[in-house]
């Protein structure tokens, strides 16, 4: 038998591999539950790779997860080569509860970096459903809801994160029932602004790998995978999935662990700028030897390098470059400067009990593995930019300061030059000798002493031999009170809450609004809405404090009279028109409890509310509270009650952060539906974050009352001070200790 002959037989034995973990090698994970006892699989151990026994408990039913007789086999025109040894056996569910039994395995190692992963499953009725989960991020051990889960749900394909901030993925009529699914999938951890990239494939040619059915990039479920479990069970139907041939690798040869197809790997590239091009260097290395993954598959017989290099700009096909001889794991090229391309390494194989009459890829004995498709970018002429400028927001008479972190790419960068964008003009360059900037031709600009003619858009541009490149131009903006409606009987005229702020934001009132003592003392400081009529409620107007700082506080007063009897949601305040998903943000009772007596501040960001602190219905309609909600884009976001951090979390909303939906003062929705039931005073919105100590001020100039926002460690009696009263109690404690010596 010759070399050409053999590769399928080698493949045929990749089962062989899954006995293979050498200590110090990345990790190999799998379980194929041949070698499983029949009855439950809870309490039982085998496979390779793991750290203790399948555990766990039933989750909402009676029924197991059961060792069931049989292997899977995965369609052939995958070409999925792993294969089993031992009793032929699978799992199948037996629970007909929502979420049915789950089991999990604590690896010995974590799976980090790339992460690939496969399993065999088949819907044996309609109802059938069977997966996968891991990491399990609230660390119970069974199966939950915020788990991270790949699975099957009767002829739909769910990949589920929407418990880890992210967006799910469900695709219709992807399983048939009664047939074998080849289900593959990979995991880049952080590849995403710190999220995870999951994609997911099914039934592909692992020898010819395409696009992804599912490709995620918006859940974040930690740095690595260190705990895998099986989810399996019915809904109407039974039975259950059948599940088979587990395997989890991050190897450099992790494909191969999973698949048994074994490509070529670790592409990269190396340059070196040779006048108006660059000299590139292509490399990678053979496919793994699947009986000994230490070393090159001598199977391979050429290494086929396809690429674009040449293409016309509209040609998106990778064409063959050079057949190359399995030794040779690199390619020197010559290409274009400020160019991006993509290059694949195909590996070329005899089809199993066959010869090649020529070595090529058009022998109809030819079998080829591809790699993945490698892109990247060569040298860059122009200056790149590295990180542009920020946003500033400052108050007026503060400095503001912008800068341009850039990099001239083959060629120094010898000059910069701030502008100030046009207002539906030309850009305007900042001259050298203009007295309210600094530094406008480095790449450090500060606007001096800033005033509301300084707002607007500032960008650097950045110069080398080869031309000049522009940062994007980041927003000077002034810290101040976008809207403040004290609902004072004083400031109210012509049917309007007067904005006492300066940005002229009146709010139109409905119907005669009824004045009552404010928190201040003053007998016509507040306004009363009784819940059932929509007099005194308000529209301030469609303008968004989060469309240009994406920031903003929340101030106001609120006395909550309690139920309103009407079994409706309250809202003191809304940014909503009518339909939810026009909503930016609101405070109001609980979504869930319509009459309850918590305040929530919603802030639509997918994942419900953050903040929850109870409105107290003290009977006597006099007491307020003060409430100040910061949120913020980077988050986290914060609420305090009477002057004190009391919540913080949350995130950005990602429904309506600017939307043109009016702010509804007393109810929650542009129809004065969701009316509140209580009293409102001194509402007062700002485009930035106040912190705690202007918070804090707030609350004390309506109260007389001071809160500590900072308090020292030493400080044993709680006045917000070390003070010799607290060197006494430490003195005091120390001589009762009994420490102390006569």
Same mark, same amino acid.
């Given at each position: 038998?010759?070399?050409?002959?053999?590769?399928?037989?080698?493949?045929?034995?990749?089962?062989?591999?899954?006995?293979?973990?050498? $200590?110090?090698?990345?990790?190999?994970?799998?379980?194929?539950?041949?070698?499983?006892?029949?009855?439950?699989?809870?309490?039982?151990?085998?496979?390779?790779?793991?750290?203790?026994?399948?555990?766990?408990?039933?989750?909402?039913?009676?029924?197991?997860?059961?060792?069931?007789?049989?292997?899977?086999?995965?369609?052939?025109? *995958?070409?999925?080569?792993? %294969?089993?040894?031992?009793?032929?056996?699978?799992?199948?569910?037996?629970?007909?509860?929502?979420?049915?039994?789950?089991?999990?395995?604590?690896?010995?190692? +974590?799976?980090?970096?790339?992460?690939?992963?496969?399993?065999?499953?088949?819907?044996?009725?309609?109802?059938?459903?069977?997966?996968?989960?891991?990491?399990?991020?609230?660390?119970?051990?069974?199966?939950?809801?915020?788990?991270?889960?790949?699975?099957?749900?009767?002829?739909?394909?769910?990949?589920?994160?929407?418990?880890?901030?992210?967006?799910?993925?469900?695709?219709?009529?992807?399983?048939?029932?009664?047939?074998?699914?080849?289900?593959?999938?990979?995991?880049?951890?952080?590849?995403?602004?710190?999220?995870?990239?999951?994609?997911?494939?099914?039934?592909?040619?692992?020898?010819?790998?395409?696009?992804?059915?599912?490709?995620?990039?918006?859940?974040?479920?930690?740095?690595?995978?260190?705990?895998?479990? %099986?989810?399996? /069970?019915?809904?109407?139907?039974? =039975?259950?999935?059948?599940?088979?041939?587990?395997?989890?690798?991050?190897?450099?040869?992790?494909?191969?662990?999973?698949?048994?197809?074994?490509?070529?790997?670790?592409?990269?590239?190396?340059?070196?700028?040779?006048?108006?091009?660059?000299?590139?260097?292509?490399?990678?290395?053979? #496919?793994?030897?699947?009986l000994n993954p230490i070393q090159d598959d001598s199977a391979v017989l050429k290494h086929l390098l396809y690429a674009d290099f040449y293409n016309g700009p509209?040609?998106?096909?990778?064409?063959?470059?050079?057949?190359?001889?399995?030794?040779?794991?690199?390619?020197? %090229?010559?290409?274009?400067?400020?160019?991006?391309?993509?290059?694949?390494?195909?590996?070329?194989? $005899?089809? +199993?009990?066959?010869?090649?009459?020529?070595?090529?890829?058009?022998?109809?004995?030819?079998?080829?593995?591809?790699?993945?498709?490698?892109?990247?970018?060569?040298?860059?002429?122009?200056?790149?930019?590295?990180?542009?400028?920020?946003?500033?927001?400052?108050?007026?008479?503060?400095?503001?300061?912008?800068?341009?972190?850039?990099?001239?790419?083959?060629?120094?960068?010898?000059? /910069?030059?701030?502008?100030?964008?046009?207002?539906?003009?030309?850009?305007?360059?900042?001259?050298?000798?203009?007295?309210?900037?600094?530094?406008?031709?480095?790449?450090?600009?500060?606007?001096?002493?800033?005033?509301?003619?300084?707002e607007g858009g500032y960008y650097c541009r950045a110069t080398n031999a080869g031309g000049s490149t522009n940062s994007q131009p980041a927003t000077l903006a002034?810290?101040?009170?976008?809207?403040?409606?004290?609902?004072?009987?004083?400031?109210?005229?012509?049917?309007?809450?007067?904005?006492?702020?300066?940005?002229?934001?009146?709010?139109?009132?409905?119907?005669?609004?009824?004045?009552?003592?404010?928190?201040?003392?003053?007998?016509?400081? @507040?306004?009363?809405?009784?819940?059932?009529?929509?007099?005194?409620?308000?529209?301030?107007?469609?303008?968004?404090?989060? $469309?240009?700082?994406?920031?903003?506080?929340?101030?106001?007063?609120?006395?909550?009279?309690? &139920?309103?009897?009407?079994?409706?949601?309250?809202?003191?305040?809304?940014?909503?028109?009518?339909?939810?998903?026009?909503?930016?943000?609101?405070?109001?009772?609980?979504?869930?409890?319509?009459?309850?007596?918590?305040?929530?501040?919603?802030?639509?960001?997918?994942?419900?509310?953050? @903040?929850?602190? =109870?409105? %107290?219905?003290?009977?006597?309609?006099?007491?307020?509270?003060? /409430?100040?909600?910061?949120?913020?884009?980077?988050? +986290?976001?914060?609420?305090?009650?009477?002057?004190?951090?009391?919540?913080?979390?949350?995130?950005? &909303?990602?429904? #309506?952060?600017?939307?043109?939906?009016?702010?509804?003062?007393?109810?929650?929705?542009?129809?004065? *539906?969701?009316?509140?039931?209580?009293?409102?005073?001194?509402?007062?919105? /700002?485009?930035?974050?106040?912190?705690?100590?202007?918070?804090?001020?707030?609350?004390?100039?309506?109260?007389?009352?001071?809160?500590?926002?900072?308090?020292?460690?030493?400080?044993?009696?709680?006045?917000?001070?070390?003070?010799?009263?607290?060197?006494?109690?430490?003195?005091?404690?120390?001589?009762?200790?009994?420490?102390?010596?006569?």
């Amino acid at each position: 038998m010759n070399r050409k002959q053999a590769v399928w037989l080698r493949m045929a034995a990749l089962g062989c591999l899954l006995c293979w973990v050498s $200590a110090g090698q990345a990790q190999v994970v799998y379980d194929n539950f041949n070698d499983k006892a029949a009855g439950d699989l809870r309490g039982q151990g085998g496979g390779g790779g793991w750290e203790n026994v399948w555990a766990g408990s039933v989750s909402g039913g009676t029924g197991t997860i059961d060792i069931s007789t049989g292997d899977l086999t995965a369609p052939a025109e *995958t070409h999925f080569a792993l %294969v089993q040894s031992g009793t032929p056996q699978s799992i199948q569910g037996t629970s007909s509860s929502i979420r049915g039994d789950s089991r999990q395995v604590a690896l010995a190692a +974590p799976l980090e970096g790339s992460v690939w992963f496969s399993f065999l499953v088949r819907n044996d009725s309609d109802g059938s459903r069977g997966g996968i989960y891991f990491n399990d991020p609230q660390g119970v051990g069974d199966y939950t809801p915020s788990d991270p889960r790949i699975t099957t749900s009767g002829h739909q394909l769910k990949v589920l994160v929407t418990q880890n901030g992210g967006q799910d993925s469900v695709l219709d009529n992807i399983f048939v029932t009664g047939r074998t699914a080849l289900v593959l999938g990979r995991v880049d951890f952080n590849a995403a602004a710190g999220n995870e990239r999951l994609r997911v494939w099914i039934d592909p040619d692992v020898a010819a790998l395409a696009e992804p059915l599912v490709d995620n990039a918006s859940g974040d479920f930690g740095d690595r995978i260190d705990l895998v479990g %099986v989810m399996d /069970y019915y809904s109407g139907s039974s =039975p259950g999935a059948t599940i088979d041939m587990l395997t989890l690798s991050d190897n450099a040869w992790a494909y191969m662990d999973v698949t048994g197809v074994s490509p070529a790997y670790d592409l990269a590239v190396s340059q070196i700028p040779s006048g108006d091009q660059t000299q590139v260097t292509l490399t990678w290395k053979t #496919a793994r030897d699947p009986l000994n993954p230490i070393q090159d598959d001598s199977a391979v017989l050429k290494h086929l390098l396809y690429a674009d290099f040449y293409n016309g700009p509209t040609d998106p096909n990778l064409v063959l470059l050079a057949s190359l001889e399995p030794e040779q794991e690199s390619f020197l %090229v010559d290409l274009p400067l400020d160019g991006a391309y993509r290059f694949r390494v195909d590996e070329l194989r $005899a089809k +199993p009990g066959t010869v090649l009459m020529e070595e090529s890829p058009d022998d109809p004995n030819a079998f080829v593995v591809a790699s993945e498709t490698f892109t990247f970018e060569t040298l860059k002429s122009l200056p790149q930019v590295l990180s542009d400028p920020n946003n500033a927001l400052v108050f007026a008479g503060e400095d503001a300061v912008f800068e341009l972190i850039a990099t001239g790419g083959i060629n120094p960068i010898t000059a /910069y030059q701030w502008y100030r964008t046009g207002d539906g003009a030309s850009d305007r360059l900042l001259g050298a000798g203009d007295p309210n900037y600094a530094g406008v031709q480095t790449n450090r600009l500060i606007v001096l002493a800033a005033d509301e003619a300084d707002e607007g858009g500032y960008y650097c541009r950045a110069t080398n031999a080869g031309g000049s490149t522009n940062s994007q131009p980041a927003t000077l903006a002034l810290k101040k009170m976008l809207a403040r409606w004290t609902l004072d009987a004083d400031d109210f005229a012509g049917g309007r809450y007067l904005d006492q702020s300066a940005a002229g934001h009146d709010a139109v009132v409905t119907g005669t609004p009824t004045f009552v003592a404010g928190p201040d003392g003053d007998p016509d400081g @507040a306004v009363a809405i009784d819940g059932v009529s929509a007099a005194g409620s308000a529209n301030g107007g469609t303008w968004s404090a989060l $469309a240009s700082n994406r920031r903003m506080t929340l101030s106001l007063w609120v006395d909550w009279y309690g &139920p309103s009897g009407t079994g409706v949601h309250q809202r003191p305040i809304a940014k909503r028109d009518i339909d939810w998903n026009t909503a930016a943000w609101n405070l109001g009772n609980d979504g869930a409890f319509p009459d309850s007596s918590n305040c929530v501040f919603n802030n639509y960001n997918g994942s419900g509310t953050f @903040a929850d602190e =109870p409105l %107290v219905d003290d009977g006597d309609r006099t007491t307020f509270q003060h /409430y100040v909600f910061v949120l913020v884009e980077e988050g +986290p976001c914060r609420l305090y009650l009477n002057g004190t951090l009391e919540q913080t979390g949350g995130g950005w &909303p990602t429904y #309506a952060p600017g939307a043109a939906s009016p702010i509804n003062i007393g109810c929650g929705k542009s129809d004065s *539906t969701m009316l509140f039931h209580g009293a409102l005073s001194d509402i007062r919105i /700002y485009n930035y974050d106040l912190s705690a100590a202007e918070v804090a001020r707030l609350y004390y100039d309506v109260t007389g009352q001071g809160q500590c926002v900072d308090r020292p460690a030493a400080d044993i009696d709680g006045d917000c001070a070390v003070t010799l009263s607290d060197v006494k109690a430490l003195l005091d404690h120390w001589l009762d200790s009994g420490m102390s010596q006569p």
